[in-house]
């Protein structure tokens, strides 16, 4: 998913913010991105819910209109007794709220630019806006715009009930630090049911943006004992990871190394010449793609190119999945998106790799997550965002697994690790579930083993173990 920012200051957004409860804004149309046409505004903005405008202009003023209905375009006048008028400056010191004048105006829902009566947005498909003050709404001009009609920006934010904390969590986490011990211990003596695999290989997957590397330099830093940074993190419009990395985890500077390979790749995108490729994913899943290879949109790997491993064996190729999702993103996926994921899901299936969610930024998308992370499991937000997410992806809510990465903190923190590190449980558990599918077969001792790649025939051992040569 491409980034898209919005121009509300802290202070601006602050003082919008103040307008409602405790709400999330997220951000649907910039015009300067995606043009100042009510065809645009219309595309992004009908059947979102609440929504809120926010008209930029060179006075120094930000300023709009809240809907609590949907926009829909079908040429009706829409009563909403929520419906409201705001204006923002520097100087002031809260916002203006304008409630209409009878109660009940919203606003005409035609296919032009937005128009509440005494503001009309985008006229004529321009960065203008047509003030009446009078009509459903009375305001002092120079307080609502300072007079100056033309526009320097025009955002339209989705605005999305927080609530509050459950009664009981949704899910139990002891928060102590035996429990953290407890935890690396058994990550740190994990071992595959499989001899000759030492390492769960695990990879994370998703767009752009989403905390895929950041979660691997989380893992790292704990097991360190210190932050570290070794997979590059950053925000930009393209994937700022653009090789493919297999990461290995030591405990302590220079200990023992983990059983645990996390695998970090470039981020999907919304267009389909960029981003990770459909091929590169499957030829990773199968192992063929080795570390540091440098990923080529337009073109995936092939068969016979330098960088791709003919001769792989079930230690090559991914035994769990992880789809990386920015929980502040989850009510925003389009069809394109879901689609994608519906197509990668397909595949991972087809191949027999288990799958998990990890739902990231829980700090970003709830306050009160944020304050405490003792909350991710209390608070109501997170939990429909986790349903959302499990609901949208089918994937089960078993499998939904909200973090909180490192991304500007000097020191680690128990709550921070004890999420993080219930996730790498939850990957080597998994992990067993890919390794126990490839027996099919016993009898009188004899365990048949197979892979779902071919990688090698399938061998039959009389020990009683469960071992693939
Ligand atoms: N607050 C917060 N920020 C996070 C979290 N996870 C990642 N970030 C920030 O989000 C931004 C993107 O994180 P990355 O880890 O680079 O994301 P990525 O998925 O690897 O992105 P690409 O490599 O570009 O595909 C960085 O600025 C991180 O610091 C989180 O859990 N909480
Ligand atoms: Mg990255």
């Known amino acids: 998913m491409s980034v898209v920012t919005s121009s509300l200051s802290t202070d601006q957004e602050e003082k919008l913010l103040s307008l409602f409860g405790h709400v999330r804004l997220h951000l649907l149309y910039k015009a300067s991105i995606h043009g100042y046409k009510a065809r645009g505004f219309h595309d992004r903005c009908n059947y979102q819910g609440p929504t809120v405008i926010a008209a930029y202009n060179k006075a ?82 120079s307080q609502m715009h300072g ?13 999305e009930e ?86 290995n985890i030591k405990v302590g500077k220079g200990g023992k190394t983990l059983p645990l390979i996390l695998c970090d790749t470039m981020g999907l995108e919304q ?48 035994h769990c999945v992880v789809y990386v999702v920015d929980t502040c993103s989850v009510s925003l996926f389009t069809e394109k998106v879901l689609e994608r994921f519906a197509t990668i899901r397909k595949k991972t299936n087809q191949l027999g790799i288990p799958q998990l969610v990890l739902m990231t930024k829980v700090d970003k998308a709830c306050p009160l997550v944020a304050k405490d992370l003792r909350n991710v499991y209390l608070s109501d937000y997170i939990h429909k965002k986790a349903l959302e997410l499990s609901a949208s992806l089918g994937i089960p809510l078993s499998c939904v697994l909200p973090v909180k990465n490192y991304s500007h903190e000097l020191e680690l923190d128990l709550n921070t690790d004890l999420l993080l590190l219930t996730a790498v449980d939850q990957m080597l558990n998994y992990t067993d579930s ?16 197979i892979d779902p790649y071919n990688l090698s025939q399938p061998t039959f051992s009389n020990n009683n173990t469960r071992s693939i040569v």
């Open 162 to 247: 927080l609530g509050g904390l459950l009664a009981k969590p949704w899910r139990n986490v002891k928060w102590t630090a035996e429990r953290k011990q407890q935890l690396m211990q058994t990550i740190q003596n994990y071992k595959p049911d499989i001899h000759s695999v030492s390492q769960a290989k695990v990879l994370l997957v998703g767009y752009v943006g989403f905390g895929k590397s950041s979660f691997f330099n989380s893992i790292n830093s704990i097991f360190r004992g210190n932050m570290t940074c070794q997979a590059i993190c950053g925000v930009a419009e393209k994937s700022v990871t653009n090789q493919f990395r297999t990461f």
């Open 60 to 141: 120094g003023f930000v300023f709009g209109a809240y809907t609590s209905k949907d926009y829909s375009a079908i040429d009706c006048d829409v009563t909403d007794d929520k419906a409201f008028l705001y204006s923002i400056t520097e100087r002031g010191r809260g916002a203006l709220r304008i409630a209409s004048v009878d109660g009940e105006h919203g606003f005409k829902d035609g296919e032009t630019g937005p128009d509440f009566g005494a503001l009309y947005f985008l006229d004529d498909d321009k960065p203008k806006v047509l003030s009446s003050p009078g009509i459903g709404f009375m305001f002092n001009p």
């Open 434 to 449: 890919f390794f126990e599918n490839q027996i099919i077969d016993e009898k009188e001792g004899l365990v048949r083993i």
């Open 147 to 159: 007079d100056d009609l033309d526009l320097t920006e025009f955002e339209v934010y989705r605005v």
């Open 271 to 318: 267009t389909a010449d960029a981003g990770l490729d459909m091929e590169d994913i499957v030829n990773i899943y199968k192992g063929h793609i080795q570390d540091r290879y440098q990923f080529n949109p337009a073109s995936p790997l092939q068969l016979d190119a330098p960088g791709y491993k003919k001769h792989v064996t079930l230690k090559d190729v991914i």
